[in-house]
């Protein structure tokens, strides 16, 4: 069957306007601000009022780990959005926004695909309604403060050696990660070693994405440790004095924003810090306001289950008040043949055992999700070239273990194609969820990270930098010991190696660096050589992005 590309179904689809899909969700005009026809923000107002309803079943879609031959989680967990309003249930689909960085480099867009999308696709991927802009914003005003305030004299003695706080931009640059600033001579400033992060590893996009209110936005910001004075005791957003006027800055980003899926069904994009090095999980305001308006929200965690998925059940549902009741794994048979060893150029011809061999990968998962008390489907995102002995391996392996695997042709049919696992998710959240966190609040920082390296990525040690336990064990004096984990590590493995596909265990995990994100509330674990600001590929996806002479689009998909 041929397809139109992602794009051109997208322009194709018939959008409603913004506000009968505010009704749907029982918001009138005062409820939403429009952003033009297609998209608006749900109001501060409006979301105060939802205190103390009762709350709609939440479901996770996460996947094995990602590989170059695609496993689909954003388009299933938009083919089940739409698959559970086609079955009678009021469903809200909840992601993450896109990035410019991976838009213009590799990774590409984040709206889902086929005929399983979340439209306005383009906008989506570009500008959207500017959250990311006043993200960066926020987060470089500090960035501005702190080197004003040294430069007026010091009153805080902050010691420019110690200064934490980098810079941030949406986009990828590999030659801003380590720079000096303040050159030139005394009226430039104070010259000190800085760099740049990627906006999406921002602690101002993990605490947007966190904060209940805006009350709870400027506490969390003023929270923010920058670095510490001549005496080694922390400095903060607050003593320098700069939480204010960030809250200013993001007041109308924290807003959750409304959009739709191809099918006219309601979708919150909203936030969108990275999954490898950050927690990977939309707006807990987004989350927790569609639960008050559906019978079923469906939400993704960035990248594999290692990664998206337990910082999801351990940082956001831990910090958002949420408990998920069911999880659904996706995967391809694709991309399982890879992880059984197949070369991405073979993976068209048949070949079930390599994907006998690859579905260890799978198992891990389910294994990781059901330790949380979680029940597991799995969900097999079909593409055409699939053989019907490899789907049935499949199914096999998944039915040895007691997990339901579901075909879905949701790509190619939209909703109707994910009807069979919308009914599968309804018929496993009926008896309700025994959700855990993997580990309690008061175990000490270090054997979280140990906790998560061998309960989780099947490690048998975590080999530490010089400093790096000091620093923990300084944290866990100064009172910060209850806050969780979030475990910066390549997405393509289990393992710190990105190479070791399938499902290897008994390797070491090396611990680079720890930052400490007390606005965010965690503590981030920097594992390997995973970066903060990534880098563009030698052929960026910019090579082939475009105007055509009608002034459209061309290149983004």
């Known amino acids: 069957m041929d397809m139109k590309s992602d794009i051109e179904i997208a322009r ?179 010259p000190r070693e800085c760099g740049f992060d990627i906006t999406v590893a921002s602690e101002v996009m993990a605490i947007l994405c966190l904060a209940r209110d805006l009350a709870d936005l400027q506490d969390r910001l003023g929270r923010i440790v920058i670095g510490q004075n001549l005496e080694g005791r922390p400095v903060t957003a607050a003593d320098i004095g700069a939480a204010g006027a960030m809250t200013v800055l993001l007041r109308d980003a924290l807003q959750p924003n409304l959009v739709q899926t191809l099918e006219n069904n309601p979708a919150m994009v909203h936030g969108g810090p990275f999954a490898n090095i950050a927690h990977g999980c939309n707006s807990a305001m987004a989350t927790r306001t569609a639960l008050a308006l559906s019978d079923y929200v469906v939400t993704e965690a960035g990248f594999g289950a290692d990664l998206g998925a337990e910082k999801f059940l351990d940082i956001k549902c831990r910090l958002a008040g949420l408990s998920p009741d069911a999880v659904v794994l996706v995967a391809t048979v694709r991309a399982l043949k890879m992880n059984g060893g197949v070369a991405r150029a073979d993976l068209g011809a048949e070949n079930v055992e390599a994907l006998r061999a690859g579905c260890a990968n799978l198992g891990r998962h389910i294994e990781n999700m059901r330790a949380f008390g979680l029940p597991v489907a799995v969900a097999i995102n079909h593409f055409a070239g699939d053989t019907e002995a490899e789907t049935d391996a499949l199914r096999a392996y998944c039915d040895g ?127 390997g050589q995973i970066m903060t600001m990534p880098g563009l590929p030698r052929d960026p996806a910019a090579l082939r992005i475009g105007i055509d002479v009608q002034g459209r689009v061309q290149g983004l998909f």
């Open 12 to 190: 194709a689809a018939r959008k409603l306007p913004i506000a009968q899909i505010a009704a749907r969700l029982g918001l009138t005009e005062t409820d939403f601000l429009p952003y033009g026809h297609d998209k608006a923000k749900i109001t501060h107002d409006f979301i105060r009022g939802l205190e103390g309803r009762a709350r709609g079943k939440l479901v996770l879609v996460t996947a094995i780990n990602p590989t170059p031959a695609g496993e689909g989680k954003t388009t299933t967990t938009v083919g089940l959005g739409d698959a559970l309003n086609r079955i009678g249930q009021r469903a809200t689909i909840c992601i993450r926004e896109a990035s410019l960085g991976p838009n213009f480099g590799m990774k590409g867009g984040a709206a889902g695909g086929g005929m399983a999308q979340v439209v306005p696709m383009e906008e989506m991927n570009l500008h959207f309604t500017g959250d990311f802009h006043a993200i960066t914003s926020a987060h470089n005003l500090l960035a501005a403060m702190i080197d004003n305030h040294i430069h007026w004299g010091n009153a805080l003695a902050i010691d420019p050696r110690r200064v934490t706080w980098r810079r941030v931009m949406d986009m990828n640059d590999r030659a801003l990660r380590q720079n000096v600033v303040a050159l030139g001579g005394p009226a430039n400033g104070q």
């Open 401 to 527: 273990r007691g997990v339901r695997a579901i075909i879905c042709r949701h790509w190619a049919e939209g909703g109707a194609g994910a009807e069979d696992l919308a009914r599968a998710v309804v018929e496993m959240t009926a008896g309700g969820a025994a959700f855990a966190p993997l580990y309690p609040d008061d175990m000490p920082l270090w054997n979280k990270i140990e906790t998560i390296c061998k309960r989780i990525y099947r490690a048998s040690a975590v080999e530490a930098a010089p400093g790096v336990r000091e620093r923990l064990e300084e944290w866990q004096a100064a009172g910060h010991g209850n806050l969780p984990v979030c475990m910066a590590k390549t997405q393509y493995s289990f393992s710190a190696d990105p190479g070791a596909l399938g499902a290897p265990e008994g390797f070491t995990i090396p611990l680079r660096e720890v930052r400490l994100a007390a606005g965010a509330g965690f503590v981030v674990a920097i594992c």
